[in-house]
Nanobody, 122 residues
Framework: QVQLVESGGGFVQAGGSLRLSCAAS????????VGWFRQVPGKDREFVAA????????TYAASAQGRFTISRDNAKNTVYLQMDGLQPEDSAVYYC???????????????WGQGTQVTVSS
């Protein structure tokens, strides 16, 4: 098993940037693909970005493409989400999730963090 803890959320003005971190403990982190998801009240959790176990392949939602960058440092057991050009519609609770394959990193992923709030003002 792996335990995930997100950090780095906060309040930012439109056009600003934040970097989220997802720190892992437990089983060797490099065994897991990792993704970021977000959720606002009353809506389904949605996919934002994902990265494979080695960090050589990334996937983005259309809303994140060109503005967000996912990366990982397996030596530090951490995955990052650099978010630039933030807009009010990016406001949400952001969660990281892990699975033993890229295909497992979905809203049904087996491992989740507790989430970190991102609020973007206009």
């Amino acid at each position: 098993q792996v335990q995930l803890v997100e950090s780095g959320g906060g309040f930012v003005q439109a056009g600003g940037s934040l970097r989220l971190s997802c720190a892992a403990s437990g089983r060797t982190f490099a065994y897991y693909a990792v993704g970021w998801f977000r959720q606002v009240p009353g809506k389904d959790r949605e996919f934002v970005a994902a990265i494979n176990r080695s960090g050589t392949s990334t996937t983005y939602a259309a809303s994140a493409q060109g503005r967000f960058t996912i990366s990982r440092d397996n030596a530090k057991n951490t995955v990052y989400l650099q978010m630039d050009g933030l807009q009010p519609e990016d406001s949400a609770v952001y969660y990281c999730a892990a699975g033993e394959s890229r295909a497992a990193v979905s809203t049904s992923a087996p491992y989740w963090g507790q989430g970190t709030q991102v609020t973007v003002s206009s």
